[in-house]
T-cell receptor, first 112, second 114 residues
């Protein structure tokens, strides 16, 4: 079935450690996005990519990095510079018009 | 930047009641989307609106694109227990380099008592 797959579902980070969240889509979508969700808040954009080998910072990019080497994949690295990484992370993709976003099932990141 | 105010923040209703929620923006939007999120899952798209004044239904859900282009409304009729979840509005502004970038409301938490 077509869709967006995020892994792992749960991830724990030790202090000073970088961790990478995986996002894969088989919808043939050009654009991919990473959002952060904190309790009681809306979704905040971390990074987005409109085409392969190109990506742009969103509203809260500090402490995060991404790559877009393949159309299907858009991994997010939470670096040790992100001092408050505990959150629910959502990956999304959109087709050529970019109007409708479709989301993965999310990764819950917690700090040990 | 663009801001969306979504209200109410939470609702506690009895099964069978109708529900209304809305979002207002400080600027004009070209697209309004409504999503529902179940606990621990990603949001699922319910309704998409593309024109001012547009009224669109999806089963018991009806959403409208406000004529000022700065607001949108979602109604749920005859609520059932599985309607429980968080409902988000999202909008995309006019022009610029905002390809696909959406601004999200804070969400409305809906609880339905049997």
């Amino acid at each position: 079935d077509g869709g967006i797959t995020q892994s792992p579902k749960y991830l724990f980070r030790k202090e000073g450690q970088n961790v990478t969240l995986s996002c894969e889509q088989n919808l043939n979508h050009d654009a991919m996005y990473w959002y952060r969700q904190d309790p009681g808040q809306g979704l905040r954009l971390i990074y987005y990519s409109q085409i392969v080998n190109d990506f742009q910072k969103g509203d809260i990019a500090e402490g995060y990095s991404v790559s877009r080497e393949k159309k299907e994949s858009f991994p997010l690295t939470v670096t040790s510079a992100q001092k408050n990484p505990t959150a629910f992370y959502l990956c999304a993709s959109a087709g050529s018009r970019g109007e409708k976003l479709f989301f993965g099932s999310g990764t819950q990141l917690s700090v040990l | 930047g663009q801001q969306l105010n979504q209200s109410p923040q939470s609702m506690f209703i009895q099964e069978g009641e109708d529900v209304s929620m809305n979002c207002t923006s400080s600027s004009i939007f070209n697209t309004w989307l409504w999503y529902k999120q179940d606990p621990g899952e990603g949001p699922v798209l319910l309704i998409a609106l593309y024109k001012a004044g547009e009224l669109t239904s999806n089963g018991r859900l009806t959403a409208q694109f406000g004529i000022t282009r700065k607001d949108s409304f979602l109604n749920i009729s005859a609520s059932i227990p599985s309607d429980v979840g968080i409902y988000f509005c999202a909008g995309r502004g006019a022009g610029g380099t905002s390809y696909g970038k959406l601004t999200f409301g804070q969400g409305t938490i809906l609880t339905v008592h049997p």
